[in-house]
């Protein structure tokens, strides 16, 4: 049991700095990929077919590569092309491009639950496009997609430790960090297990504030 | 809609095409980008062949003699050191030294069976039987002496630093200030760097392989790749036109073929052969036939017997 613990407290030094950018990881690309997202599902309901064709071809693209590919290819695959970027905000970009495409689609599903009489009647009262979306449907939208927009900032959290690969050292690197230090590598595991958990533990109650805030008497 | 949904796929897997050929673009030139093949694996061509032993008192002999066959544990992705070819042909410096030790034993080093165990594996893989020896770049340290035995050691590393063949700025440890300096994610001499300054913690560039640092070194996106020199070496010998070692190590590291904690029988035989390696030449030959190839030389260590 002292050795589970010296694990943390021999190493506090790496969990608090690896965690700290894990933390940053997340808050860039949570905002980051918010504001994209919505803007993508904008673009998949809008009335211009070409903007819907974009938006399509945007989500099935980038849903269906994997994020280690995303992010290498900022990391590695763009300096060769041309375009100077650091590892960091390589990884950021990899990771906002990618979340993006997961929450225009929980976005989307919202949209979905709004019927198509709301939209028509905000378009018959002589509402622009921007002004339809924008204060009438999302904000119903919204409601709706939190559960779903949720489960995917939790993905998020956890895929930034993908960043390893593209040199950005956070709580996904710990565990080889640990090892050559001679610490236990179950230990070093299940304690950053517990960390990923506790950082999750807001989000769940954000999840429950923000569907009270916006629940509607049934 | 049926024709827009065929061209979002066509020109989505086009662009999948693209993204994945970008992605890759790192991984072959980590071979040697010199054009040769240098990915294949040679052997130095020493030929082992099966002593006749008897080792009384060694439990892992034992079971070694009656299963007629022996398990090693191995690294794979260090060239000309620990490494398994394309074609799943396994070659290096350590490699020979683990088929030398199994001809010692009385085992043709055509019967090995190979596990590739990572670094933070290794004491549970010897202490649990999974494998009866390993041999990988594997450093005698007092604290893993509480888990394992040592044989050895059998070459004597330390930290050093790989740059391009042109390079002529650095010449050691004391001349990366302001470098770009790359070694695998979170490993000791990485570590060091950043402990002692070498280098600003902005030009610390970490990977999970060596071999992705060897591309960006050829890729002149990082100046110096940095670990032990024996696998520096291994890079080198794969493309000496294009990497040298600069040869100025700034750590010990002694290699030892580590064996299970309590086997002491094993531990005198193994260290019987290896004394035997380095006083009829074999050593030598073994050395030059794989990291040698670098164009750095070597001499066999000293024995350490405890």
Known sequence: MSEFVSVLTDNADLFVQFFRTTIELFLIGGVGALILGTVLGALRVSPVPAMRAFGTLYVNTVRNTPLTLVLVFFGFAAPKLGIPLDYFPAACIGLILYTAAFVCESVRSGINTVSAGQAEAARAIGMPFGQVFGEVVLPQALRASVPPLVSVLIALLKNTTVATAVNVQQAGSLPDYLSERGANQLFTNIWIAIIFVLLVAPLALLQRSAERHAAVAA | ?306
């Open chain 2, 1 to 306: 809609m049926k024709l827009r949904t065929s061209a979002v796929v066509l020109a989505g897997a086009a662009l999948a095409v693209a993204l994945s050929g970008c992605g890759k673009e790192g991984t072959p030139s980590a071979g040697g980008s010199g054009g040769a093949a240098s990915d294949a694996c040679t052997s130095s061509g020493v030929k082992f062949t099966p002593a006749s032993a008897s080792i009384p008192g060694s439990p892992t002999y034992d079971k070694i003699k009656s299963a007629g066959t022996v398990k090693v544990g191995v690294k794979a992705d260090q060239p000309n050191l620990g490494y398994k070819d394309a074609s799943g042909k396994r070659c290096g410096f350590d490699i020979e030294i683990a088929q030398m030790v199994a001809a010692g034993l009385g085992i043709d080093p055509s019967k090995i069976q190979y596990s590739e165990i990572p670094s933070a594996n290794r004491e549970s893989a010897i202490k649990g039987g999974q494998i009866d020896y390993y041999v990988g770049t594997y450093s005698i340290t007092d604290k893993r002496k509480n888990d394992v035995a040592f044989a050895g050691p059998y070459f004597v590393a330390g930290q050093d630093l790989l740059v391009r063949k042109d390079e002529t700025a650095i010449t050691g440890k004391d001349t990366i200030k302001g470098k770009k300096v790359c070694s695998a994610t979170g490993s000791t001499p990485i570590q060091r760097v950043r402990d002692e300054g070498l280098t600003e913690p902005a030009n610390i560039v970490e990977f999970k392989t060596y071999s992705e640092c060897v591309s960006q070194l050829l890729d002149k996106k990082v100046d110096t790749v940095t670990t032990d020199d024996a696998i520096l070496k291994g890079f080198a010998a794969q493309n000496p036109s294009a990497m040298k070692v600069v040869g100025k190590p700034f750590s010990i590291e002694k290699y030892g073929i580590g064996l299970p904690h309590d086997d002491k029988a094993l531990r005198r035989a193994v260290n019987a052969i290896l004394l035997k390696s380095f006083s009829d030449g074999t050593w030598r030959k073994i050395y030059d036939g794989t990291l040698g190839k670098s164009g750095s030389s070597a001499q066999p260590p000293k024995l350490e017997q405890y």
